[in-house]
């Protein structure tokens, strides 16, 4: 049976506590969430941390607010939460595309959206849905908040802007008017990591796209941030031709490498199919009312 | 570390290694065997257990972590020769075949039965899709379950 390391334990009573404890053991401690990533990394002795810092009492972490044209979305909301909140799945209908392909029941019961981004497994699904969405991290340290965008938050494969003592404590989606959202995945079964998915987020002001974001997932790192096509679809007017063109860049922009789950070539031709799908989808869910996503299937 | 964690209805207290997993206390330190485990790379869902009425991956949970936290294993579904309807359903439906994956697959069956009494054949399906069934009888799985829905509203078996 596999079984971690020899580490020490420390459960968390409160942001300031957990900050408290990361400082006082450095490089040594790492935070642990839902765990799912962490622990199967600690089993295979991929990661040794000589302290676990415990956040999940922190229950100030768990909750999804709309406040003022922002969904505040603590980092310790686990993926479950995310797929039941109708809040979330009103304004963002790309989370819960994304939600309902991400591992199983039981994994989603005990990950975490704050897990997701900071495994930062180019693989990871949230990391592409909130790519998409430009949202912004939230990172706590002993000198108090900063902000920073999606593209600053991933520095590479497994590294974010979370610094030594630091922790990720909340994430923030825009809510902008007129906007659609989606997000479309090819796996090799369910509950799978994904060959390659894409996602989408957009608004439609005068029938043209504005505030484009796309973030594709498993085709390499830096395919988080698809400047080319962002900037090929804003202010342009959707169409087939448009589509297109915008899977040939997404497909152009990324860098997948051959493994067991498919070919470099076969993950190149599914971001290109799978971000005009998802750009589809995502100019259909637009300018509709707030929540008739919901019924549609 | 000295912990307690509440398993059955029972509060358990042991010195454990902050590395001890959940599937180990369960099965080496209170015996409760029930509890199968199988890949220990948290993907095939045999080790399932509920933790405060939901389903884990109790392979992929430190002990330290359920500590004053409620767990429900499969020892717990029948009360005393009552057997839970998901448990009688797995009977009348031949749910099992070599029975590795069962205590988790029931475990599921009554998570998804506690929160929604008649679900769908779809939803059933979501609730187990974590977790193998090595001898692939999923179909009977899903009666089992459907069975337990059928005939288990009234039956003493569910906690909630
Ligand atoms: C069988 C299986 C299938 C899966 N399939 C998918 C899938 O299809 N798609 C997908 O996207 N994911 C998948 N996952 C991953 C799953 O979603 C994880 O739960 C998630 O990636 C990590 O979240 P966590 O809360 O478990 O993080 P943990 O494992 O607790 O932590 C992960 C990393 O983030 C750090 N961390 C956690 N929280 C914070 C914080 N607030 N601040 C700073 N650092 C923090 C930890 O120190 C660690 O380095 C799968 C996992 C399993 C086991
Ligand atoms: S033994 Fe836990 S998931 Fe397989
Ligand atoms: S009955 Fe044999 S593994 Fe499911």
Redesign the interface.
């Known amino acids: 049976?596999?079984?971690?390391?020899?580490?020490?334990?420390q459960?968390a009573e409160s942001v300031d506590e957990a900050l408290e404890l990361l400082r006082r053991y450095g490089e040594e401690a790492r935070v642990?969430a839902g765990?799912?990533s962490l622990?199967?990394m600690?089993?295979l002795r991929l990661a040794s941390p000589e302290v676990?810092v415990?956040i999940?009492d922190l229950h100030e972490l768990d909750h999804i607010a709309l406040v003022g044209d922002e969904l505040r979305v603590g980092a310790l909301t686990r993926h479950?939460t995310l797929l039941e909140s109708e809040l979330v799945g009103r304004y963002f209908p790309i989370v819960h595309d994304a939600e309902k392909v991400i591992?199983?029941?039981?994994?989603r019961?005990?990950g975490t959206i704050g897990g997701s981004l900071c495994q930062a497994d180019p693989s990871e699904d949230l990391s592409a849905v909130c790519g998409a969405l430009h949202a912004l991290a939230v990172i706590r340290g002993a000198d108090g908040e900063r902000i920073v965008s999606m593209a600053d938050f991933h520095q590479g494969p497994y590294e974010t802007a979370v610094g030594v003592g630091e922790m990720l404590t909340e994430v923030r989606l825009p809510v902008l008017p007129g906007a659609g959202s989606a997000y479309e995945k090819v796996e090799r079964k369910?509950?799978d990591w994904a060959v390659a998915a894409a996602g989408v987020a957009l608004t439609l002001r005068e029938g043209r796209i504005a505030d484009a974001g796309v973030g594709l997932a498993a085709v390499g790192a830096g395919a988080l941030n698809l400047h080319a096509v962002q900037t090929l679809l804003n202010g342009s007017e959707p169409s087939e031709a448009l589509y297109e063109e915008a899977g040939r860049v997404a497909s152009e922009s990324c860098s997948p490498v051959t493994d067991g789950r498919g070919s470099a070539e076969y993950k190149r031709h599914l971001a290109d199919e799978l971000t005009r799908r998802a750009l589809r989808r995502a100019v259909a869910r637009a300018g509709r009312p707030i929540g008739s996503t919901a019924r549609e299937a | 570390?000295r912990i307690t964690v509440n398993v059955n209805g029972d509060d358990h207290t042991r010195e454990v290694?902050?590395?001890h997993?959940l599937v180990?206390f369960l099965r080496d330190d209170l015996e409760l065997t029930g509890t199968h485990?199988g890949c220990?790379?948290?993907n095939c869902?045999t080790c399932?257990v509920l933790?405060d009425g939901?389903?884990?991956?109790s392979c992929?949970?430190?002990a330290?972590?359920a500590a004053g936290h409620e767990i429900r294993t499969v020892e717990d579904l029948a009360d005393g020769d009552r057997l839970d309807p998901v448990q009688q359903g797995f009977i009348e439906q031949h749910g099992l075949q070599c029975g590795f994956c069962t205590p988790g697959m029931m475990l599921?069956g009554r998570a998804l039965l506690d929160r929604n009494p008649d679900p769908s054949e779809q939803e059933i399906r979501?609730?187990i899709?974590?977790?193998l069934c090595r001898c692939t009888g999923y179909l009977n799985i899903v009666r089992s379950i459907q069975w337990a829905a059928r005939n288990g509203h009234e039956a003493a078996g569910s906690q909630t």
Not at chain 1, 1 to 9: E, G, I, K, L, R
Not at chain 1, 103 to 107: H, I, K, S, Y
């Open positions: 049976m596999q079984v971690p390391a020899s580490f020490d334990y459960r642990v765990g799912h622990l199967p600690m089993k676990l415990d999940n479950r591992a199983d029941p039981p994994v019961n005990r369910a509950g | 570390m290694e902050p590395r997993l180990r485990w220990d790379t948290s869902g399932v933790m939901e389903p884990v991956k992929t949970v430190l330290v972590m599921s979501e609730a899709s974590g977790q």
